[in-house]
């Protein structure tokens, strides 16, 4: 499933966080929207879940943890639709045997698993940042929005991250500030400052001076 945006243009207190932005990620891409803070990125992912969001897994910069929750319960939210509510309430105290082994197979894959019934409030950025990555797996969507989501994580948690991602994932789109990560990892990158896109280019055809205009966006 492909994603598309024609002539979009969204302000706030009428200034434009996006600007006549058209966009077209085919399906099976994997896509690196590369800006610094402000630039207009998380408006962009928001305005593609808004327009796709049956489809579409959302992993926001802000996570969007339950910080009194357990790991377990965390990632379980993301399925709550496919539970009764008599369900959902009875494994908030009587956790459900089949999810939680399902829930520490993915926890283990991000090197987690030990953490599986710990409280949100208790674990560091970059654990957090695996939790809501392992809700987005957990969730099994065709579509991966997502903002900022291995910022706090060292070199091997970020390639064991993004190869379940793309694995798991038909169609990734990923806000970063990272050239170097998007680069290495990704198909296209996407190059915005002040809410227009100034670079659409598949990684394998960027030039020396694409690099530096990319780093000069993130900057």
């Known amino acids: 499933m492909s994603l598309k945006l024609e002539n979009e243009t969204i302000a706030y207190e009428n200034k434009a966080v996006l600007d006549s932005i058209s966009l077209h990620v085919r399906s099976a891409e994997k896509v690196a929207l590369l800006g610094k803070s402000g630039c207009g990125k998380s408006t962009l992912l928001k305005r593609l879940y808004d327009t796709h969001e049956n489809s579409v897994s959302?992993?926001?910069?802000?996570?969007?943890?339950?910080?009194?929750?357990?790991?377990?319960?965390?990632v379980f939210i993301a399925r709550l639709d496919?539970?009764?509510?008599?369900?959902?309430?009875?494994?908030?105290?009587?956790?459900?045997?089949n999810e939680i082994d399902i829930i520490k197979e993915i926890l283990e894959a991000l090197h987690i698993g030990e953490l599986l019934f710990e409280k949100c409030?208790?674990?560091?950025?970059?654990?957090?940042?695996?939790?809501?990555i392992a809700r987005a797996l957990y969730q099994k969507k065709a579509i991966l929005l997502a903002d900022?989501?291995?910022?706090?994580?060292?070199?091997?948690?970020?390639?064991?991250?993004?190869?379940?991602?793309?694995?798991?994932?038909?169609?990734?789109?990923?806000?970063?500030h990272n050239v170097e990560i998007a680069l290495d990892s990704f198909e296209r990158v996407?190059?915005?400052k002040d809410g227009q896109i100034i670079l659409d280019k598949r990684c394998n055809e960027i030039t020396k001076e694409d690099t530096k205009e990319l780093y000069s966006v993130c900057i």
């Open 121 to 132: 409030a208790n674990l560091s950025g970059g654990q957090k940042q695996r939790v809501a």
């Open 58 to 74: 959302l992993i926001p910069q802000e996570l969007g943890l339950v910080e009194q929750l357990s790991v377990y319960h965390n």
């Open 82 to 97: 496919k539970h009764s509510t008599y369900q959902n309430i009875k494994n908030l105290l009587f956790p459900i045997k």
């Open 148 to 176: 900022e989501p291995i910022s706090a994580l060292d070199e091997i948690a970020t390639k064991t991250s993004l190869k379940l991602l793309f694995d798991s994932f038909q169609t990734v789109v990923c806000a970063m």
């Open 190 to 192: 996407i190059g915005i």
